[in-house]
């Protein structure tokens, strides 16, 4: 093996003061209003993974986590009473573990992730959780923009600050009509996730991730009118993906935001319900408390940036040279980026703008499928791609991943990763 880049060989570096990451899981993502985690609360599900972040590493007294961030995006009073009580009902330390949320949109969990590894960093604290949960079948009624606001806002002379609650749809639009993204690539964008996340199913690759959750559930027509009784059920799968996703079957989608428009609701993101926890601590305190051999990677870094509000769908291609330069990396460094696929015109975008096209035709980039077909719990996406990345990583031998989304208000959040 040759020498290594400067900057490679520091972020592969071992020392005592790492950041390491012990566990990284989640729930299922299901779909809103249809799926079998519909009927569930965004607690519950952070209760669930939460209790399993415990048992994956049985050998750690709970009383030793100092801290838990959630990212969360749409609940009520920003989810921290209800996700104080879940951290309590499963066995925590309400005496030694405090708790907090984090709302930065799409990036809430990556945040989440982010603010715990500061908090370790800073010796704030030695162990920490970053998590985030969402269930937009229940908390999105507004669709994610405000409904009572300071009325000079909506009518404020600065373009930037009317378009903060632009809906995502039409910055989708905007990101396709600017950047020449034509429909037949969106939708052939979306077709190849769907393929990817299935084939990724089929073979068992995210058994490893997912933690099965057992809730209620209650069949309802297409009325929505209840069928039956509530069943208690086991989910053990991600719902929203479509084996039989087919160029044909997307170019009969009409657009969904506006009338002569390119996003459709087959090459957007899905709503959806999920939950996911990281578990970190310092490498020194993993070494004291014996769990060096639970270590599985490492967090590195994240940055946020911010973009224009009505395009805020270019944030990753903004977010991702700004800090791979400050760590001093290279594309070619990488082995593999998880971009989170909020709309199909913008992770395209992104795609040619970072020069990744030729990473995602080789498997480098979402290779088991993105949020097309995976979905997207707003709270829980960061988290939840950061287990599928290392997971991922794990399973080929990789070691540098990059997780990375848009945000919405016009940002984009970037984080590296290494797995060891």
């Known amino acids: ?54 048992d994956k590493v049985p050998e750690l007294n709970p009383s030793k986590i100092d801290d838990v961030a959630v990212g969360v995006v749409l609940s009520e009073l920003g989810g921290s009473k209800a996700a104080r009580m879940a951290l309590n009902h499963v066995g925590f330390d309400s005496s030694s573990t405090s708790l907090y949320t984090v709302n930065r949109a799409c990036s809430s969990s990556l945040q989440a992730i982010a603010s715990i590894a500061a908090s370790i960093r800073t010796e704030a604290i030695d162990v920490g959780i970053g998590a985030g ?45 600017r950047y020449g993204v034509s429909r037949e690539d969106q939708d052939a964008f979306a077709v190849k996730s769907h393929q990817l996340a299935a084939q990724a199913r089929a073979e068992g690759r995210f058994k490893e991730e997912i933690v099965p959750v057992t809730t209620q559930y209650q069949e309802v027509d297409k009325a929505g009118n ?102 001093g990396l290279e594309n070619k460094d990488v082995d593999r980026w998880e971009i989170n696929e909020a709309f199909a015109s913008q992770a395209i975008y992104c795609l040619r703008e970072l020069g990744l096209e030729e990473a995602w035709k080789d498997g480098k980039v979402n290779p088991d499928g993105g949020a097309i077909a995976l979905g997207h ?37 970037a984080g590296v990763f290494v797995r060891e």
């Open 1 to 54: 093996m040759g020498v290594l880049p400067k900057g490679l060989s520091s972020v592969l570096a071992k020392a005592p003061t790492d950041v390491v990451i012990l566990s990284s899981l989640r729930t299922p993502i299901t779909r809103s209003y249809k799926g079998h985690l519909k009927d569930a609360y965004p607690e519950e599900l952070l209760s669930v993974v939460l209790r399993a972040t415990l």
């Open 133 to 177: 949960m969402e269930s937009m079948t229940r908390n999105y009624g507004s669709r994610a923009i405000p409904t009572s606001y300071w009325p000079a806002l909506k009518e404020s002379p600065v373009k930037d600050a009317r378009d903060c609650v632009m809906p995502m749809g039409l910055t989708s639009e905007n990101v396709a009509s």
């Open 226 to 327: 209840k069928v039956g009784e509530p069943q208690t059920v086991t989910v053990t799968e991600d719902d929203g993906i479509r084996p039989t996703a087919s160029l044909e079957g997307m170019a009969k989608l009409k657009p969904a935001f506006k009338p002569d428009g390119a996003s459709t609701a087959g090459n957007s993101s899905q709503v959806s319900d999920g939950a996911a926890a990281t578990l970190l601590m310092r490498r020194s305190t993993a070494t004291a408390l014996g769990l060096g051999n639970r270590i599985i990677g490492k967090f590195v870094a994240a940055k946020t940036v911010g973009c224009k509000p009505d395009e805020m769908g270019i944030g990753p291609a903004v977010a991702i040279p700004k800090l791979l330069g400050q760590l």
């Open 377 to 413: 719990p707003l709270g829980a996406t960061g988290a939840r791609m950061v287990s599928t990345l290392l997971h991922g990583l794990g399973r080929t031998g990789g070691e540098v991943g990059v997780v990375s989304m848009c945000v919405g208000t016009g940002m984009g959040m």
